[in-house]
């Protein structure tokens, strides 16, 4: 079953049977919520499939948002973890910091923070990093990048190192913008996320 947080008023009953299995909570940007794809075209829509091919008895809930920043996710995890009770949570967040130029340190931070409120409620957590282009300057996209590795290690958390991984250097796997995977792009992004993700599911 794959859902999308938030719920609608009056789904509650609906979705808390559906959340019956194990849940892994997706919690990014736009690169998460599928912007500018077509319904069941995201890489966590792919990975419900999966779960499903693969007999795993997983529900895939989706809260991630476009534009969402790590400020955004840590001040909104709390309630998502509340409804949710999610076995593993996909920390999919960062990209829009660094588009932004924001502090690194301030990224941090909120990431530390959400794997902190994730670990609370005795959930897993992957971590998915994310690159930025080189003219941002090679000491921020050298820190912005390492930070994923090392708030990893620092708190033992599964890591994919690089979302986009396989496809980055590959325009025609991007939307006009640039910015934004085709549909195409999907599974690759998939497969990334997989390699972490695989040897903590049942």
Do not use: C
Not at 3 to 27: C, E, K, N, S, T
Request: charged fraction near 20%; aromatic fraction near 6%; hydrophobic fraction near 50%.
């Amino acid at each position: 079953m794959f859902l999308v947080l938030p719920l609608l008023p009056g789904g509650a009953r609906a979705a808390d049977a559906a959340l019956a299995a194990p849940v892994i909570l997706v919690f990014g940007d736009s690169l998460s919520a599928g912007y500018g794809l077509a319904q069941g075209q995201s890489w966590p829509s792919l990975l419900e499939t999966r779960l499903r091919e693969q007999r795993l008895n997983y529900t895939v809930v989706n809260a991630s948002i476009s534009g969402e920043t790590t400020a955004g996710g840590r001040s909104r995890i709390d309630a998502a973890l509340a409804r949710a009770k999610p076995a593993i949570v996909i920390i999919a967040l960062g990209g829009n910091d660094g588009l932004r130029g924001l502090p690194v340190s301030a990224m941090r931070a909120n990431l530390a923070a959400m794997i902190d409120a994730a670990r609370a409620r005795k959930a897993q957590v992957l971590l998915a990093g994310m690159r930025l282009p080189p003219n941002y300057g090679f000491e921020y996209t050298r820190d912005f990048e390492q930070s994923y590795a090392d708030l990893a290690r620092e708190h033992q958390t599964a890591l994919t190192p690089f979302l986009l991984d396989g496809l980055a250097e590959r325009r025609d796997l991007f939307q006009a913008d640039g910015i934004h995977p085709v549909a195409a792009a999907q599974p690759i992004i998939l497969d990334n996320v997989w390699k972490a993700l695989k040897p903590r599911l049942k």
